[in-house]
Each structure stands twice: as C-alpha cells, then as structure tokens.
C-alpha cells in the first residue's frame, strides 16, 4: 500500500523524548493516511465512498461526453487526488477525493488558448479585513464545493475515461470536456 502520511500540526512542546525507531510499530490505517493511488484508496469505504461522490456530481454536471478515439486527438489522462479535511480541533471532517487532469500535458492553441490566473495582493486583503474590523462587520468563510466544474469550456479537450469509473461498454472512447476539472490551463474565469 503506497501512503502519503498527513502533515502533523505544528507544536510547542517542553519536553521531548525520544526512543530508538526499531521500538515503534506502525500500524497502517487508510483512514488517517492519504492514498496515492487508486487502488489503494479503492480498498476502503471511505475513500470509495469520496470517489463515488466525487464522480456524481461530475456526472450530474455533465461535465464531459464520451466521444469516439482518433489519433489526432491530444488525448490528457487524469488521475485520483486523495485529501483527508480536518476541523480546527485536527479530528477529521471528511474525505476528499478529486479528479485531476494532467494539465501539464495540454498543448497550446490545441488544447488551451489562453490561461487565466486570478490573484489578490496581501495587501487588499490586510485593508479588507481592517474594513472590516473597524465597522465591526461579522466575517464569514465560505467554501464553494466543486467550484471549477461550473466553468464552460471553449476549446476541445479530452481525457482517458476516469481510473475505476470507464464505461465497459465503450472502452475505447474518451472523454470531451465541455466544463473544466482541476489540473486544466484553463482557470476559472467567471
């Protein structure tokens, strides 16, 4: 089994001790590591269960078609990302799995004409915050789920059928994007 171990929090301790490595034993939970690969993320409820919810709401958006294979096509591959969403506490909140597209391996003018890359400067936030402070404004975080598969695409790009998820039926096909996924050159522009 192939884990990418959490990044611990970040302590202040007094004391520390230490005991040779050979005395630790590890026990490998998929449920408090991120999984690096499919298979290995497959083989529990909850990542599955992530993966599933994933693929629902990219399919409730219809986010791609599946479309017959030419060779001409600059055809991407995508892969699985495995994150585990904590609370303030550290206790663990949810588990999230997301479709990835290999972006990198897009080509211009083929598959991306432009790309777009939204920034802020800290010092408008610092000066937004200070706004709001100052009027005694309440500040509220907001977290939009599946943020990116809103986005309509111009070009045509595709990408191999999603690990665990490829339709048996059309086996060869691939997927033409009409909306965007993580990983694309093409940002979010609304």
């Not at 599955?48 to 078609?65: H, K, L, M, S, Y």
């Not at 391996?105 to 890359?117: H, R, V």
Request: aromatic share 12%; proline share 4%.
């Amino acid at each position: 089994m192939v884990l990418r171990p959490r990044q611990p929090k970040t302590t202040l301790s007094t004391t520390t001790t230490t005991a040779p490595a050979a005395s630790f034993n590890w026990v490998v939970s998929p449920l408090t590591y991120e999984p690096l690969v499919f298979n290995d993320a497959n083989k529990c409820e909850a990542w599955n269960n992530a993966i599933c919810e994933e693929i629902q709401v990219v399919r409730a958006n219809r986010t791609w078609t599946l479309v017959t294979f030419h060779p001409l096509m600059n055809v991407i591959g995508c892969q699985w990302v495995y994150m585990i969403k904590c609370r303030v506490d550290g206790s663990i909140e949810r588990y999230k799995g997301r479709l990835v597209v290999r972006g990198f391996t897009q080509q211009e003018d083929i598959d991306y004409f432009e790309t777009f890359s939204l920034v802020i400067k800290q010092a408008t936030v610092i000066l937004v915050f200070y706004i709001a402070v100052s009027c005694d404004w309440k500040i509220h975080h907001l977290d939009i789920h599946n943020a990116f598969l809103n986005d309509i695409l111009d070009e045509k790009v595709y990408i191999k059928q999603p690990l665990g998820f490829v339709d048996y039926s059309l086996p060869s096909y691939v997927c033409r994007l009409h909306k965007s996924l993580y990983g694309l050159k093409q940002a979010l522009r609304a």
